[in-house]
Protein backbone atom coordinates (compact mmCIF):
# COMPACT_ATOMS: atom_id res chain seq x y z
CA UNK A 1 0.00 0.00 0.00
CA UNK A 2 1.48 3.51 -1.23
CA UNK A 3 -0.21 6.84 0.98
CA UNK A 4 0.13 9.83 -0.18
CA UNK A 5 0.16 13.30 1.15
CA UNK A 6 -1.16 15.73 -0.81
CA UNK A 7 -0.22 18.72 0.83
CA UNK A 8 3.76 17.81 0.98
CA UNK A 9 5.82 18.66 -2.61
CA UNK A 10 5.66 16.37 -5.10
CA UNK A 11 3.02 14.96 -4.46
CA UNK A 12 0.89 18.47 -4.26
CA UNK A 13 0.22 17.66 -8.02
CA UNK A 14 -2.71 14.94 -8.49
CA UNK A 15 -0.72 14.23 -12.08
CA UNK A 16 2.51 13.18 -10.07
CA UNK A 17 0.29 10.97 -7.67
CA UNK A 18 -1.44 9.48 -10.77
CA UNK A 19 2.33 8.89 -12.60
CA UNK A 20 3.66 7.00 -9.28
CA UNK A 21 0.58 4.95 -8.92
CA UNK A 22 0.26 3.78 -12.86
CA UNK A 23 3.67 2.83 -12.94
CA UNK A 24 3.59 0.41 -10.02
CA UNK A 25 2.70 -3.14 -10.76
CA UNK A 26 1.92 -4.92 -7.67
CA UNK A 27 2.16 -8.66 -9.77
CA UNK A 28 5.81 -8.50 -9.45
CA UNK A 29 6.05 -7.43 -6.19
CA UNK A 30 3.86 -10.28 -5.49
CA UNK A 31 5.79 -12.28 -7.37
CA UNK A 32 8.91 -11.51 -5.70
CA UNK A 33 8.18 -10.55 -2.35
CA UNK A 34 4.63 -12.48 -1.66
CA UNK A 35 5.70 -15.68 -3.79
CA UNK A 36 2.69 -15.25 -6.05
CA UNK A 37 0.23 -15.53 -2.99
CA UNK A 38 -0.67 -12.57 -2.33
CA UNK A 39 -4.22 -11.08 -4.21
CA UNK A 40 -3.70 -8.01 -6.56
CA UNK A 41 -5.92 -4.96 -5.74
CA UNK A 42 -8.76 -4.03 -7.94
CA UNK A 43 -10.22 -1.85 -5.57
CA UNK A 44 -9.66 0.51 -2.38
CA UNK A 45 -8.75 -0.21 1.79
CA UNK A 46 -11.57 -2.98 1.76
CA UNK A 47 -10.30 -5.93 0.99
CA UNK A 48 -11.79 -8.87 -0.87
CA UNK A 49 -13.89 -11.17 1.14
CA UNK A 50 -15.29 -8.11 2.70
CA UNK A 51 -18.88 -7.30 2.06
CA UNK A 52 -17.52 -3.47 1.57
CA UNK A 53 -15.55 -5.06 -1.27
CA UNK A 54 -16.24 -4.01 -5.17
CA UNK A 55 -13.44 -3.29 -7.81
CA UNK A 56 -13.08 0.39 -8.37
CA UNK A 57 -13.31 1.98 -12.09
CA UNK A 58 -11.56 5.17 -10.79
CA UNK A 59 -8.68 2.29 -9.40
CA UNK A 60 -5.29 3.72 -10.75
CA UNK A 61 -3.92 0.57 -12.39
CA UNK A 62 -0.66 -0.24 -13.73
CA UNK A 63 -0.05 1.42 -17.36
CA UNK A 64 3.07 2.81 -18.07
CA UNK A 65 1.60 4.79 -20.97
CA UNK A 66 -0.69 6.17 -18.66
CA UNK A 67 2.28 7.13 -16.11
CA UNK A 68 4.14 9.05 -18.34
CA UNK A 69 1.05 10.87 -19.78
CA UNK A 70 0.50 11.94 -16.13
CA UNK A 71 4.40 12.72 -15.83
CA UNK A 72 3.99 15.45 -19.12
CA UNK A 73 0.60 16.49 -18.08
CA UNK A 74 2.23 17.83 -14.62
CA UNK A 75 5.08 19.42 -16.87
CA UNK A 76 7.47 16.61 -16.08
CA UNK A 77 7.78 14.34 -19.02
CA UNK A 78 11.41 13.21 -18.45
CA UNK A 79 10.64 12.43 -14.24
CA UNK A 80 11.36 14.19 -10.89
CA UNK A 81 12.63 12.84 -7.70
CA UNK A 82 10.52 11.80 -4.23
CA UNK A 83 11.47 10.88 -1.04
CA UNK A 84 9.34 7.31 0.32
CA UNK A 85 9.35 6.15 4.51
CA UNK A 86 8.66 2.67 5.01
CA UNK A 87 9.36 0.97 8.03
CA UNK A 88 12.01 -1.90 8.10
CA UNK A 89 9.55 -5.25 7.81
CA UNK A 90 11.37 -7.45 5.55
CA UNK A 91 8.09 -7.72 2.89
CA UNK A 92 8.01 -4.24 2.74
CA UNK A 93 12.12 -3.94 2.31
CA UNK A 94 11.64 -6.05 -0.28
CA UNK A 95 9.16 -4.09 -2.00
CA UNK A 96 10.20 -0.71 -1.43
CA UNK A 97 13.42 -1.92 -3.21
CA UNK A 98 10.80 -2.81 -6.45
CA UNK A 99 8.99 -0.14 -6.00
CA UNK A 100 12.04 2.28 -6.85
CA UNK A 101 12.98 -0.17 -10.16
CA UNK A 102 9.35 0.43 -11.47
CA UNK A 103 9.42 4.14 -10.92
CA UNK A 104 12.93 4.04 -12.45
CA UNK A 105 11.36 2.78 -15.80
CA UNK A 106 9.12 6.52 -16.21
CA UNK A 107 12.15 8.31 -14.79
CA UNK A 108 10.93 8.91 -11.31
CA UNK A 109 13.69 8.61 -8.83
CA UNK A 110 13.10 7.28 -5.69
CA UNK A 111 14.44 7.72 -2.24
CA UNK A 112 13.91 5.00 0.21
CA UNK A 113 13.93 5.83 3.69
CA UNK A 114 13.73 2.43 6.40
CA UNK A 115 12.90 3.48 9.89
CA UNK A 116 11.21 1.40 12.78
CA UNK A 117 7.25 1.46 12.41
CA UNK A 118 6.49 3.81 15.10
CA UNK A 119 8.91 6.48 13.85
CA UNK A 120 7.77 5.70 10.12
CA UNK A 121 3.93 6.49 10.78
CA UNK A 122 4.76 9.43 12.98
CA UNK A 123 7.23 11.01 10.34
CA UNK A 124 4.68 10.60 7.66
CA UNK A 125 1.31 11.39 9.14
CA UNK A 126 1.79 13.87 12.28
CA UNK A 127 5.71 15.02 11.30
CA UNK A 128 4.01 15.72 7.24
CA UNK A 129 8.36 15.00 6.40
CA UNK A 130 7.89 13.08 3.25
CA UNK A 131 5.08 12.95 0.47
CA UNK A 132 4.87 8.95 0.33
CA UNK A 133 4.64 6.17 3.00
CA UNK A 134 4.75 2.41 1.96
CA UNK A 135 3.35 0.50 4.44
CA UNK A 136 0.67 -2.43 5.37
CA UNK A 137 -3.06 -2.00 7.05
CA UNK A 138 -5.30 -4.58 9.07
CA UNK A 139 -8.14 -6.06 7.20
CA UNK A 140 -11.45 -4.92 9.50
CA UNK A 141 -14.43 -6.69 9.28
CA UNK A 142 -16.41 -3.27 9.74
CA UNK A 143 -16.00 -0.73 6.77
CA UNK A 144 -16.59 2.03 9.33
CA UNK A 145 -13.10 1.96 11.14
CA UNK A 146 -11.42 2.50 8.20
CA UNK A 147 -13.43 5.04 6.64
CA UNK A 148 -13.60 6.98 9.96
CA UNK A 149 -9.75 6.94 10.77
CA UNK A 150 -8.10 6.97 7.06
CA UNK A 151 -10.78 9.51 5.70
CA UNK A 152 -12.13 11.87 7.90
CA UNK A 153 -11.67 15.17 8.30
CA UNK A 154 -8.77 15.51 10.61
CA UNK A 155 -8.60 12.12 11.48
CA UNK A 156 -4.64 10.51 12.47
CA UNK A 157 -4.41 8.18 9.49
CA UNK A 158 -6.05 11.42 6.71
CA UNK A 159 -2.59 12.11 5.81
CA UNK A 160 -3.14 16.26 4.91
CA UNK A 161 -5.71 16.27 7.39
CA UNK A 162 -7.70 18.22 4.74
CA UNK A 163 -11.58 19.06 5.34
CA UNK A 164 -14.14 17.80 2.92
CA UNK A 165 -17.33 17.90 4.45
CA UNK A 166 -18.98 16.23 1.27
CA UNK A 167 -16.32 12.92 2.52
CA UNK A 168 -17.72 13.56 6.20
CA UNK A 169 -20.96 13.41 5.46
CA UNK A 170 -21.10 9.90 3.07
CA UNK A 171 -18.82 8.48 6.33
CA UNK A 172 -21.39 9.22 8.80
CA UNK A 173 -24.19 7.81 6.67
CA UNK A 174 -22.72 4.87 6.33
CA UNK A 175 -21.99 5.12 9.61
CA UNK A 176 -25.55 5.34 10.61
CA UNK A 177 -27.38 3.47 7.92
CA UNK A 178 -28.76 0.14 8.47
CA UNK A 179 -29.13 -1.47 5.62
CA UNK A 180 -25.99 -3.42 4.27
CA UNK A 181 -27.08 -2.67 0.22
CA UNK A 182 -26.94 1.17 0.59
CA UNK A 183 -24.22 0.91 3.07
CA UNK A 184 -21.92 -1.11 0.13
CA UNK A 185 -23.50 2.08 -1.78
CA UNK A 186 -22.14 4.99 0.43
CA UNK A 187 -18.49 3.00 0.90
CA UNK A 188 -18.05 2.66 -3.12
CA UNK A 189 -18.21 6.49 -3.32
CA UNK A 190 -16.13 7.32 -0.78
CA UNK A 191 -13.63 4.38 -2.08
CA UNK A 192 -14.09 6.42 -6.06
CA UNK A 193 -13.17 9.60 -4.61
CA UNK A 194 -10.47 8.46 -2.12
CA UNK A 195 -8.99 6.96 -5.28
CA UNK A 196 -9.68 9.12 -8.28
CA UNK A 197 -7.51 11.61 -6.14
CA UNK A 198 -5.05 9.69 -5.96
CA UNK A 199 -4.47 9.14 -2.07
CA UNK A 200 -4.01 5.78 -1.68
CA UNK A 201 -2.56 2.73 -3.90
CA UNK A 202 -3.25 -0.18 -3.07
CA UNK A 203 -1.62 -3.19 -4.41
CA UNK A 204 -1.79 -6.20 -2.53
CA UNK A 205 -4.18 -8.20 -0.29
CA UNK A 206 -2.45 -10.45 1.70
CA UNK A 207 -3.48 -13.82 2.68
CA UNK A 208 -2.57 -15.93 5.80
CA UNK A 209 -1.83 -19.51 5.88
CA UNK A 210 -2.64 -21.93 8.54
CA UNK A 211 -1.44 -25.16 8.92
CA UNK A 212 -2.72 -28.47 11.09
CA UNK A 213 -2.99 -31.66 11.16
CA UNK A 214 -5.82 -33.60 9.83
CA UNK A 215 -7.68 -34.40 12.82
Known amino acids: LLTFNPDVAPMNDINLRGAVAHAINPADINKAAFFGKATIAQSGMW ?102 TNYKSGAYYNASKQANAEIDALIQQGATTYDQAKRKEIYAKINDYELGQVLWRPMLYSVTHAAAPKK
Open 47 to 148: PVNSWAYQPSPAYQAYDLNKAREALTAAGKPKGFEVNIVTWNAPVLQQSAEIVRAQLGRVGIKANIEGLTVGPATEKFFSGKATPIFLTSWSRYPEPDFIAS
